[in-house]
């Protein structure tokens, strides 16, 4: 098999791992509004959603633990052995939720072992998301990063697809009291599934060249102390660009499919396919800005997002809450994924060059993870507290002003195609 060939299969073995990974992670907010009755005392509709929303947030708090635990894995071991441990923690985490009690069968109980599953799949996606962006960013050649790496957010967004599909599916053969009652168990038991054969895939992937090429014995060890130390500034700067981009990602994607059935008033089945067919053109721009971003740079692709998310965030979110024809819903929908989807499309390639490679996972991860944490997982709760204080419109100026605060470090941060640290193809 040719060079190029093998890098061909190992990009893809990878991707394939990644969309695994982010369906299971996303089964999770696209059926939340079925199985939340399952899980807590019956009552106020949004005061369960606001409940799975909070747990949904504690999975997004062990990130950070997990970036930190695998990308010094990773740095450490190699990139695929860090791919391999995060599908293992993401197939045990979605089968406990597949075969969870419910709370009538067991009581306070029955919320704590669902807490304890998100909070496997946190260490998971914690470490997937450094692990995935580093392999794909060092398995592409010099002149086609920005292309290769946009296959994590097009994977990362069929991972999502697949959910709505599979949701699709059992809301076209199924009843809704079927769903709620046991059905909703069936995403959870195929993404357990699925993520045991990945991980059998992975353990059989190439190794990248930059993680060969290193030798550890005159460098330093990859730890949080020495990624501090050693790469404040853009450990900051990334902080930064996640609180802004999580933020309203979480916003426009999976919060969007609930605020169309708790605000708009769609049926659950509308709301569904609007997000699916939003998202389907949301996948397809992402190799091309990636290109793109080889063509002219990453910089002007980041302040492009930066730029249009703040101006187009408040309004759509407006017309949304009054909006009654799914057509014009759907239109709405796909205006702030336009904005956002020049940052997705180069975001991996872009932390992955800003970080040598004895410490590159966890120089992507860590930052990352604790900008998800504190604003990406933390975006639905807060959406839905603000709601219930009766003071949505806030939420809108809220997502509006994390992006400022990412467009400061977009305004900061090198253009990464022309400084890149990662030196080897």
Known sequence: MSIEARRLKSIIGGSAGNLVEWYDWFAYASLAIYFAPAFFPKGNPTAQLL????????????????????????????????????????????????????????GALSPLILLFARMLQGLSVGGEYGASATYLSEMATRDRRGFYSSFQYVTLIGGQ????????????????????????????????????????????????????????????????RHLVKAHLRPTILLVMMTAGSSSAFYAYTTYLQKFLVNTSDFDRETATQITALALVVFMLLQPLLGLLSDKIGRKPLLLWFGITGMIVTV??????????????????????????????AIGAVVKAEMFPAHIRTLGVALPYAI??????????????????????????????????????AFLLVPDTKRTSMIVED
Do not use: C
């Open 161 to 224: 697809l697949t959910a709505l599909a599979v949701l699709l599916v059992m809301q076209a053969v199924l009843s809704e009291a079927a769903i709620e009652g046991w059905a909703w168990r069936i995403p959870f038991l195929i993404g357990a599934l699925l993520a045991l054969a990945v991980y059998l895939l992975r353990r059989n992937l190439a190794e990248t060249a930059a993680f060969q090429a290193m030798d550890r014995t005159n460098l330093p060890t990859s730890s949080a």
């Open 51 to 106: 409940s799975t929303a909070a747990i949904f947030a504690v999975g997004f708090l062990m990130r950070p633990l997990g970036a930190w635990i695998m990308g010094i894995y990773g740095d450490r071991h190699g990139r695929k052995a860090g791919l391999a441990l995060s599908v293992g923690l993401m197939f045990a985490g979605s089968l406990i939720i597949a075969i969870a009690p419910t709370y009538d069968q067991a």
């Open 315 to 344: 309004p759509v979110f407006t017309m949304l809450s009054t909006t009654t024809d799914p057509v014009m819903a759907f239109v709405l929908s796909l205006i702030p994924l336009v904005a956002i989807a020049p940052y997705t």
């Open 371 to 408: 900008g998800n944490a504190a604003f990406g997982g933390t975006a639905e709760t807060v959406a839905l507290w603000l709601k219930n204080q009766g003071v949505e419109a806030a939420f809108y100026w809220y997502i509006t002003a994390l992006i400022g605060i990412a467009t400061i």
